[in-house]
């Protein structure tokens, strides 16, 4: 689109040159022949012109349409301005000079009506005009769903809840990618790939969902995450990843990002110290007589004196909540300790069941970089 949009400007300038050469509507200057001077004349002009065209083309539609009327407006009332100075009969001024002022107030006008309605152009109200000017890019919701966050799966429940709305992209690089990892000879990876392949199926099968697969892809840059990234701003989207080096890279770029991790950390229950819950105690700690559980988001919850308790169900106090840059770790103790130790806690706190009595952990993912840890 780049390489299209700069050839269309050489183009352009290379016409008016042309035109400037061939008609050469300049005088010479400084030596020049009238053909060179209007030539060198034709390309300063065009240079001005493509520049205000890449200027108008940040602002919005607005803008635009504010700008249009008020230049439009002021040319007519410098025109009409013009027309009273013409029939004054007046023998100090002369008729060149009326021809002057009349044309320096259609400009005047004209400029003073474009910076003001440019100005105030945000006033106006597209949706009276019944949809004829709406600004489709202020109600575009487009988002594009990198490798990790397909295969992570966890995209598919967030879909089907009703929380992710708008225009779900698939770029063609992604499928190709996620093809390529699921013929992989390492059976891992095939897995993984299979599980984004499935996990497409099931988003494509969500009749809420509007999913559309584009071609757009971009030769000169190799790398998918690069692709992603120029894809979202080409089409002015959303990047929705798990990964952590992903996100840091398109905030640089200043892309969006939808980060599934930093949702999947803020939906976690907030645990007080002081509380009871009911964990299972899945293996032994680091530290002397430490056992260790998780909750059914993978959060890691380590009890002290528990390494007896392995393999049961265990109500606990918690004592203290740490985050970490992996997420939340939760410390506890023996809830007949507690007892012993604080009588307060019995008293004022209420016993909460926080995992069922399973002796499969859900796994802890981690909030920067997406990965599983046992």
């Not at 984004?196 to 199926?201: A, C, K, R, S």
């Not at 998918?224 to 929705?240: M, P």
Request: proline share 2%; with cysteine; net charge neutral.
């Amino acid at each position: 689109m780049r390489a299209n949009t700069a050839l269309i400007r050489l183009v352009f300038i290379g016409i008016l040159v042309a035109a400037g050469y061939v008609l050469h509507p300049v005088p010479g200057y400084f030596g020049f022949s009238t053909h060179a001077t209007s030539a060198v004349v034709s390309a300063v002009l065009a240079c001005v012109i493509i520049l205000f065209e890449m200027r108008i083309q940040h602002a919005s539609l607005k803008t635009l349409i504010g700008a249009a009327v008020g230049s439009i407006l002021g040319i007519i009332g410098g025109f009409l301005i013009g027309i009273l100075i013409s029939y004054q009969e007046s023998s100090a001024v002369t008729a060149e000079t009326k021809a002057f002022l009349t044309l320096a107030l259609a400009f005047l006008m004209a400029y003073v009506g474009l910076m003001v309605g440019a100005s105030k152009g945000d006033y106006l109200e597209l949706s009276a005009l019944g949809g004829i000017f709406k600004d489709k890019t202020a109600r575009r919701d487009l988002k594009i769903l990198d490798t990790s966050v397909i295969i992570d799966g966890r995209i598919a429940d967030v879909a089907e809840t009703g929380f992710l709305s708008g225009t779900i992209i698939i770029p063609q690089f992604i499928l190709r990618e996620l093809q390529q990892v699921a013929d992989s000879p390492d059976s891992n990876k095939r897995q993984r790939g299979r599980r984004g392949l499935d996990m497409l199926n099931r988003l494509q099968g969500n009749n809420v969902l509007d999913i559309q697969i584009v071609d757009t892809d971009f030769p000169a840059v190799k790398e998918v995450d690069l692709k992603l990234l120029e894809l979202s701003k080409h089409i002015d989207a959303v990047v929705v990843t798990n990964d952590f080096n992903l996100n840091k890279v398109a905030q640089l770029h200043g892309i969006q990002v939808l980060n599934i991790n930093e949702l999947a950390n803020s939906l976690k229950p907030v645990v007080l110290p002081g509380e009871a819950m009911r964990v299972f105690i899945l293996k032994e700690g680091k530290e002397y007589n430490q056992g260790v559980a998780y909750l059914d988001d993978g959060t890691m919850v380590v009890v002290d004196n528990a390494r007896r308790m392995i393999g049961k169900n265990a109500d606990i106090a918690v004592t203290s909540v740490l985050q970490t840059t992996a997420g939340k770790m939760i410390f506890g103790r023996l809830w007949e300790e507690n007892d012993n130790g604080a009588q307060g806690a019995n008293g004022g706190s209420q016993r909460r069941t926080f995992q069922r009595e399973s002796r499969s952990p859900a796994p802890v993912r981690s909030a920067e970089q997406g990965e599983t840890v046992e």
